[in-house]
């Protein structure tokens, strides 16, 4: 069964937020492998989840690209991981007096993270799976 058509945008909406999630978790690889992110965000737990994004996100855009169920529930658990890293480690910057609050907060994240978390409930509920139709005389039963 095919998604209605707001559901196939905001699927493709995924795939396009996932995809840039991607690249940007990539350019960060090469300039430093698995320990790229050490010097911008030195909890070890922060840089786990950044470098684990490597996989997630794209496993999240070909989800989702599919119109998958598990696809909506990865994106959720992607983003809400991606939203805390990114907020913890920013913190300092954040409440810096200093710093440039709009240079600092990780605005481009939680806007995506929002849309994901309002879409996924009406995401999941129109790509629930029809159930397969049953046996239609006791001969299909017993096969």
Not at 29 to 36: D, E, K, N, S, T
Not at 46 to 49: K, M, R
């Given at each position: 069964m095919r998604p209605p058509w707001w559901a196939r945008c905001a699927l493709v909406g995924y795939v396009i937020g996932f995809a840039d999630g991607t690249g940007d978790h990539i350019r960060w690889?090469?300039?430093?492998?698995?320990?790229?992110y050490a010097s911008a965000y030195p909890a070890v737990p922060?840089?786990?989840?950044f470098v684990c994004l490597v996989v997630l996100d794209p496993?999240?855009?070909?989800?989702?690209?599919?119109?998958?169920?598990?696809?909506?529930?990865?994106?959720?658990?992607?983003?809400?991981?991606?939203?805390?890293?990114?907020?913890?480690?920013?913190?300092?910057?954040?409440?810096?007096?200093?710093?440039?609050l709009l240079d600092t907060v990780p605005w481009l994240v939680t806007v995506f993270g929002l849309f994901v978390f309002a879409t996924a409930g009406p995401l999941l509920r129109a790509l629930r799976r029809e159930p397969a139709p049953g046996a239609t005389s006791p001969v299909q039963a017993a096969s």
């Open positions: 690889m090469l300039h430093g492998g698995i320990h790229a922060i840089q786990v989840v496993l999240a855009a070909v989800l989702a690209g599919i119109a998958r169920r598990e696809g909506v529930w990865l994106a959720c658990g992607i983003m809400m991981a991606d939203m805390v890293a990114n907020w913890v480690g920013n913190w300092a910057r954040i409440t810096n007096p200093q710093g440039r």
